[in-house]
């Protein structure tokens, strides 16, 4: 029998509460959490344990009960039974547990979750996978693995960029489906950013690598902007460099730029060179200088559909959210602005 909507929605608030006693109790959960979280750096260098901890804490605060709440209340088809669809979901393996949000809104959904987890990012999902069973049973009726090819679906959820988003169009594009692309992030600054801003923006710009899609990797900044005290806290990330991918990449992207003689700023943890793309190599930050704001707007106008997230003082600036806030989603924060949970209440029968 499928669990009750309240039932799920139980399970997945005591999961965030196991997800943020992590660190900081001694609890059976906790333990299996690090040793599997020790399992998956010995396999994916980028999964350092302190990453796997902050993603751990982010998807602990996603689940709070009040966030709960209140994103389940914008649906009101939630509530009413449906057929249970299968639905593929072909997860990324970019950051620790990326595709947490796609499993959950397919299991709150009343669906089935047919997941084609990334060889990166196998170990993690699927011991939250087996604590949120432990807190409801019911839900191993909404779960599938898929080893080896994905099929027999009804729709799919799939994460992918380059050749392997091409792939999935032609895969996937007979089935009701989602197909997410590459994006990046970029920061509009105007010059008057405090300390603590910059701070906060330093860690938009570095989570995790600076591998995910939330992570800042453009800059827009006035004519004139001094870089020298972004450069500064930016500095506090120098522990990167002792981590060997990182810094095979720095060398790397820094030989690069030699080389081909490009002009470029190095503080000794980033790169950063003017650039109008969008999206950087890890190690490196893109800069776009400005004369007038409402320039970066119409920018951002016609990179709309490359961006995932902009972020500015306090958030000011039109469709932006505050420094410091990228790798923090709420519920409600769907990836390329799509909103999964409607695109699953409204599968055809």
């Known amino acids: ?194 300390k603590a801003e910059l701070e906060a923006l330093s860690r938009d710009c570095m989570a995790y690598f600076g591998l995910g899609c939330r992570n800042v990797t453009k800059l827009w900044i006035p004519e004139g902007y001094n870089l020298q005290p972004f450069c500064q806290v930016m500095e506090a990330f120098g522990a990167y460099l002792q981590h060997d991918k990182y810094r095979n990449n720095y060398d790397y992207n820094k030989s690069l730029l030699l080389l081909n003689k490009v002009p470029h700023m190095d503080n000794g943890v980033v790169l950063m060179k003017e650039d109008k793309a969008l999206g950087a190599p890890v190690t490196v930050l893109h800069l776009e200088h400005y004369r007038a704001l409402h320039d970066v707007e119409n920018r951002l106008m016609d990179e709309a559909a490359m961006l995932q997230c902009v972020v500015s003082s306090g958030g000011q600036f039109p469709g932006s959210i505050p420094f410091g806030t990228t790798q923090s989603p709420a519920l409600w924060d769907y990836a390329d602005q799509v909103d999964t949970m409607e695109f699953l209440l409204t599968i055809p029968a």
């Open 1 to 194: 029998m499928q669990a009750s909507l309240i039932r799920r929605a139980e399970a997945f608030q005591a999961l965030g509460e196991d997800l943020l006693s992590i660190g900081n109790s001694s609890t059976e959960f906790a333990a299996r959490f690090e040793q599997v979280s020790s399992d998956a750096y010995s396999y994916n260098k980028w999964f350092t344990v302190e990453n796997n901890r902050q993603a751990a804490a982010a998807l602990g605060h996603m689940l709070e009960r009040s966030a709960l709440v209140k994103w389940m209340a914008t649906y009101a088809k939630l509530d009413e039974a449906r057929p249970m669809k299968r639905i593929g979901l072909v997860m990324a393996g970019n950051v620790p547990m990326v595709g947490f949000h796609d499993l959950m809104c397919v299991m709150m959904a009343g669906h089935q979750a047919v997941v084609k987890f990334s060889g990166d990012d196998d170990r993690l999902l699927p011991m939250l996978v087996e604590r949120l069973f432990e807190h409801e049973p019911a839900l191993r009726g909404q779960y599938q693995r898929a080893d080896g090819k994905l099929s027999d679906f009804d729709a799919v959820i799939a994460t992918g960029g380059g050749n392997t988003s091409r792939y999935f169009e032609y895969y996937f594009g007979k089935y009701p489906h989602i197909i997410r692309r590459n994006r990046s992030s970029a920061a509009v600054l105007t010059g008057k950013e405090t």
